[in-house]
T-cell receptor, first 114, second 111 residues
Framework: KAGVTQTPRYLIKTRGQQVTLSCSPI?????VSWYQQTPGQGLQFLFE???????NKGNFPGRFSGRQFSNSRSEMNVSTLELGDSALYLC?????????????FGPGTRLTVT | GNSVTQMEGPVTLSEEAFLTINCTYT??????LFWYVQYPGEGLQLLLK?????DKGSNKGFEATYRKETTSFHLEKGSVQVSDSAVYFC??????????FGTGTSLTVIP
């Protein structure tokens, strides 16, 4: 079974631009979560989608948004990029909601904002 | 609220040494607990999990026991190898499927 895939793997953008990252979950997984990972802040939860609905949201500004499609693929968008948005963005999928279901992570998208 | 606290790193050990990485949690209800590992340039991989009190998760020689009385889930391995060098994350998941991660502990194993 194919794992979680994320595209692109690397991205360089300029401050003020916007960016869209894509995540394809493991087949059959309906929950997709997004995280931002930086050396200073560690792993921070952005949001979680289940069956095209945002179920949980972390403490990030409205510039960060996401969506999920009917095939469970998800995208996240960051508008008006800031230098501090440079990070590794990780997507994770799980079979269902419920605490016992582990999350499976993709390799991440490395975003650099200049 | 929910949170995870794990020991600060970095940790440096010689090959075949005993490893302990401490993890404690705060949670309402009955969370599931996880250890994830991240190798350089990669995403996180599930190492082991435990879903209820006194459960022991184990994988690749690593073990962790869900201790409700001490709210802990310490990671242990009897004999580390160079290939175990990575960053280890402790995490909990509540019933709403939101995960809470610790800050990560970097482990370097030297030959």
């Amino acid at each position: 079974k194919a794992g979680v895939t994320q595209t692109p793997r690397y991205l360089i953008k300029t401050r003020g631009q916007q960016v869209t990252l894509s995540c394809s979950p493991i087949s059959g997984h309906r929950s997709v979560s997004w995280y931002q990972q930086t050396p200073g802040q560690g792993l921070q939860f952005l949001f979680e989608y289940f069956s095209e609905t945002q179920r949980n949201k972390g403490n990030f500004p409205g510039r960060f948004s996401g969506r999920q499609f009917s095939n469970s693929r998800s995208e996240m968008n960051v508008s008006t990029l800031e230098l501090g948005d440079s990070a590794l963005y990780l997507c994770a999928s799980s079979l269902s909601q419920g605490g016992s279901y582990e999350q499976y992570f993709g390799p991440g998208t490395r975003l650099t904002v200049t | 609220g929910n949170s995870v606290t794990q020991m600060e790193g970095p940790v440096t050990l010689s090959e075949e040494a005993f490893l302990t990485i401490n993890c404690t949690y705060t949670a309402t209800g009955y969370p599931s607990l996880f250890w994830y590992v991240q190798y350089p340039g990669e995403g996180l991989q599930l190492l082991l999990k435990a879903t209820k009190a006194d459960d022991k998760g184990s994988n690749k020689g690593f073990e962790a026991t869900y201790r409700k009385e001490t709210t802990s889930f310490h990671l242990e391995k009897g004999s580390v190898q160079v290939s175990d060098s990575a960053v280890y994350f402790c995490a909990l998941s509540d019933t709403g499927n939101q995960f809470y991660f610790g800050t990560g502990t970097s482990l370097t194993v030297i030959p």
